[in-house]
C-alpha cells in the first residue's frame, strides 16, 4: 500500500528528454479544476493526491523537503510549458509563480497594422515600430505574393499564444500564415491568382468596417460589387476614417465632414471609383467568405436604421435610399 501511494508521487515520464506541452489556466478556474485537466494532459499521475498536497503546503514540505514553499499557494491564470518529467512540487511552484510562458492575446476583427503593433507593445510581445517595419518588408511581402507594399489585410484577427519578447517578424509571419490557413475553408479563393485574391481582400477589408451583423456582411458586399460593375463609387466612411487616421495620422473622427469627403487620396472613395488602392484593416473570416461570395443582388445602397445593433436597410435606387434617409433623419 505505501508503495503504491508513493508512487503516485513520481512523474507522469522518467524521461528526461519528454516534450513539454502548453498548460492553459483561464481565468477564474478553480484549483480543483486544474488538477483535473493536468491529470486528463497527462501531466500527473493522481490529481486526487496532488490537490491534496496543495491544500495542505505543509505535508508537501515533509514529501519535498529541498523546496522552499509559501504557506499559501494559489495558481495564476495563463499559459504555461509542463513537461511529464517535473514532479508535483515543480509543477505547483510553477503555476503558483505566474510566470507565464506564453501570453494570450486576441487581436479583434478591423484593425489596422499601426493598431496591431500597440496592442502587441502593450503586452510586451514586441515593438510597435518594429512591427509596422516589419510589415513593410518587401522582402516579407513578396515571398507571400502579395501584389501590394505591406501586410495590410492579410494580418488574420485571432486570438494567439505569443512568447514575451517575440521578434515582430516571427509575429507579422505568424499572423500571415493563419491568415492563409483560415481562407483555405474557403472554396472560391482556392485557385486565385495573387491579384484577384488582393483585390478580395481589399473588398472584405472595408466589408469588415461597415458590418455589425454576421448576416448583413455578403449583402453590403454584393452593394459594393455592384457599384465596382458600374464604376460608381463605394462611397463608404471607412475609407475616409482610414484617410484620417492611418495616412495622416489624425485623431479619430467624431464625424466625417462634408470637407473630408474632398480629401485627394486614392482612398476617397467618395472621389474616386472603384476599389481601394490595398486594404483599409485586417479583415476577418466573415468579411472575406462576404466578399469571396457576394450574395445576388440589385441593391447599390445601403443605410443604418438601428445604430444600436447596426441593422440596415438595402435599396435599389437612389429615389428609395433619400426616402429611407428622411424617414431616419
Known sequence: MAGYVLSQFKPVSDNPDAEAVRFEIPYGTSAYQITKNLKEANLIKNNKVFYYLLLRP????????????????????GMYKISPNMNYA??????????????????????????????????????????????????????????????????????????????????????????????????SLKDVTPEKLNEIVILASIVEREYKLKEEAPLIASVFSNRIKINMGLQSCATIEYIITEINGLPHPERILESDLKIDSPYNTYKWAGLTPGPISNPGIVALEAAANPAKTDYYFFQVIDASIGKHVFKKTFNEHKQIHVLIK
Not at 515533509?62 to 523546496?67: D, G
Not at 510553477?94 to 502587441?120: A, F, H, R
Request: one cysteine or more.
Open 58 to 77: 505543509k505535508y508537501l514540505k515533509i514529501f519535498y523537503k529541498n523546496y522552499d514553499f509559501p504557506d499559501k499557494l494559489d495558481f495564476k491564470s
Open 90 to 187: 515543480d509543477i505547483i511552484l510553477l503555476l503558483s509563480s505566474g510566470k507565464s510562458e506564453y501570453v494570450k492575446l486576441s487581436i479583434p476583427e478591423g484593425l489596422t497594422i499601426s493598431k496591431i503593433g500597440k496592442i502587441l507593445e502593450e503586452n510586451e510581445i514586441c515593438n510597435a515600430d518594429d512591427f509596422i517595419t516589419a510589415c513593410k518588408n518587401q522582402t516579407i511581402v513578396d515571398e507571400y505574393n502579395i501584389p501590394f507594399n505591406s501586410l495590410e489585410g492579410y494580418l488574420f484577427p485571432d486570438t494567439y499564444y505569443f512568447d514575451i519578447k517575440t521578434s515582430a517578424e516571427k509575429v507579422a509571419r505568424k499572423m500571415v500564415n493563419n491568415f492563409f490557413d483560415k481562407i483555405s475553408s474557403i472554396d
